[in-house]
T-cell receptor, first 114, second 116 residues
Framework: ETGVTQTPRHLVMGMTNKKSLKCEQH?????MYWYKQSAKKPLELMFV???????ENNSVPSRFSPECPNSSHLFLHLHTLQPEDSALYLC?????????????FGSGTRLTVV | GENVEQHPSTLSVQEGDSAVIKCTYS??????FPWYKQELGKRPQLIID?????GEKKDQRIAVTLNKTAKHFSLHITETQPEDSAVYFC???????????????FGQGTELSVKP
């Protein structure tokens, strides 16, 4: 483990279901992120939280709803998803400082929408 | 908006040869450029990074170069080994202040295959 833990690892859900993805980091980082990774596509930034405040929403549909109750936890609530939302959802964290810093990724949740 | 272009999308080399992956970025404010390696079924892992005040950085068999004027940066892997086979992503980030947070914009990825 890298210090960023995502659960569940795999999720299959129907289009009318509601589910949540969870991310937890034990690195003392001050920023957390959700990325979507689809087959043959680049990593797409979805949301950015800095000091638990949302600083970026990259035009994500409202069927994806993030929540960041504190600097260590990040959730992605899912409802009425479409089959095209099937992808690997990666959480990442970083310690933001001037000059930039790398992200530490979790192992991801493999989501399949049926 | 910000954009990062990465080439080639696939790269096949013989063991022992060198591999070069190139990226260009659009946001001139970008000041941090990491490279990630993602093995099949695993998470992306940071392998090397470079900041805008540096032109080149090397770590054993991997090196990264940055040309700010041309807005492009490259990853160089020498003496490639089969375990180098993976998808490599470049990324660029503009960090304006530490409390705003910076967003990493990724390239499309390069699938590197090293044949023994």
């Amino acid at each position: 483990e890298t210090g960023v833990t995502q659960t569940p690892r795999h999720l299959v859900m129907g289009m009318t279901n509601k589910k949540s993805l969870k991310c937890e980091q034990h690195l003392g980082h001050n920023a957390m992120y959700w990325y979507k990774q689809s087959a043959k596509k680049p990593l797409e930034l979805m949301f950015v939280y800095n000091f638990k405040e949302q600083t970026e929403n990259n035009s994500v549909p409202s069927r994806f709803s993030p929540e960041c109750p504190n600097s260590s936890h990040l959730f992605l609530h899912l409802h009425t998803l479409q089959p095209e939302d099937s992808a690997l959802y990666l959480c990442a964290s970083s310690q933001e400082l001037e000059g930039g810093n790398g992200y530490t990724f979790g192992s991801g949740t493999r989501l399949t929408v049926v | 908006g910000e954009n990062v272009e990465q080439h080639p999308s696939t790269l096949s080399v013989q063991e022992g040869d060198s591999a070069v992956i190139k990226c260009t970025y659009s946001d001139s404010a970008s000041n941090y450029f990491p490279w990630y390696k993602q093995e099949l079924g695993k998470r992306p892992q940071l392998i090397i990074d470079i900041r805008s005040n540096v032109g080149e950085k090397k770590d054993q068999r991997i090196a990264v170069t940055l040309n700010k004027t041309a807005k492009h940066f490259s990853l160089h892997i020498t003496e490639t080994q089969p375990e180098d086979s993976a998808v490599y992503f470049c990324a660029a980030k503009a960090l304006y202040s530490y409390n705003q947070g910076g967003k990493l914009i990724f390239g499309q990825g390069t699938e590197l295959s090293v044949k023994p």
